[in-house]
């Protein structure tokens, strides 16, 4: 329970440190409402030459509820991959390494403290401009709950994936690129901007399957259209997808230990 606590603290401290950031919160939840804008703007234009009511599954004000969701969970991703390459590249890793926590518990911990933070920002400001341009959709008790229910497990599945991308710094002279790689991958394959259902039906179940849908698609899913079997379905696809990324994580995190040499004086 001690171990936890500490780690409880570090996620809470980050958490707060966000908050004292303003200039970077009011520029990203700006980004944020012109993204939106922009969006609606497109959905509007496809529904009316479509003379459609329903695409997908979802009507245009769920459709923009949606994307309010995707764009509150990949904007409120914090630069982990930036942090761990620094810390490698400036020799600084050395220093974690000799205090009484696991590194990548830590990084884990200060991650969701700060993530938590900016999601919640994104999605008070994103429900007042979809409640502003579309009004409100059909919300539940249960549906809320499923989302809350799948919402951190996407965060620490998300993690898992920027931190491996960090840890290549141990390997490589810029991990930027990767960076950029694994964010669009997201993206796209995710569901951030169309979601699954619009995808060509011999795509649907592998994108299904994927890490990626459960990190944007599956949690923003439970948000507008909440389904108890696709809950399940959510919750199975995201423990194994942890499962297999925690144990690529213990094994490239203990190959990075062997290349870590320190000297005193």
């Known amino acids: 329970m001690n171990s936890f606590k500490k780690y409880f603290w570090v996620g809470l401290i980050s958490g707060k440190s966000n908050l004292a950031y303003f200039g970077e919160t009011l520029g990203r939840i700006f980004f944020l409402g012109i993204i939106l804008f922009i969006f609606l703007r497109l959905w509007q234009v496809t529904y009316s030459q ?11 004000a769920q459709m923009l509820w949606y994307l309010v969701v995707t764009e509150s969970i990949m904007l409120s991703t914090p630069r982990v991959s930036y942090y761990v390459d620094q ?9 974690y390494l000799l205090r009484p926590m696991s590194y990548p518990m830590h990084e884990l911990f200060a991650c969701l403290g700060e993530r938590f933070i900016r999601f919640g920002l994104n999605l008070a400001v ?32 998300d993690f898992m994936g920027y931190f491996l991308v960090g840890l290549c710094a141990f390997w490589m002279e810029d991990t930027t690129g990767l960076v950029f790689l694994y964010s669009r991958i997201t993206m796209v394959l995710g569901g951030m901007l169309i979601p699954i259902e619009l995808f060509p039906e011999t795509w649907q179940p ?24 696709e809950f399940v379905q959510l919750i199975v696809r995201q423990g194994l997808s942890i499962a297999v990324f925690s144990l690529v994580v213990y094994l490239v995190w203990n190959a990075c230990l062997k ?3 320190a000297n005193g004086g």
């Open 87 to 95: 810390a490698v590249r400036t020799g600084a890793i050395a220093v």
């Open 206 to 229: 592998i994108l299904r399957i994927l890490p990626f849908s459960s990190i944007v698609y599956g949690p923003a899913r439970m948000f507008v259209r909440p389904d108890f079997t």
């Open 50 to 60: 479509t003379n459609a009511t329903i695409l997908g599954g979802f009507t245009i």
């Open 126 to 157: 994103g429900s007042v401009i979809a409640l502003i341009c579309v009004g409100p959709i059909p919300l539940n008790a249960q549906g809320l709950l499923l989302f809350l229910l799948a919402i951190p497990f996407a965060f620490v599945l």
């Open 259 to 261: 290349r870590v040499f």
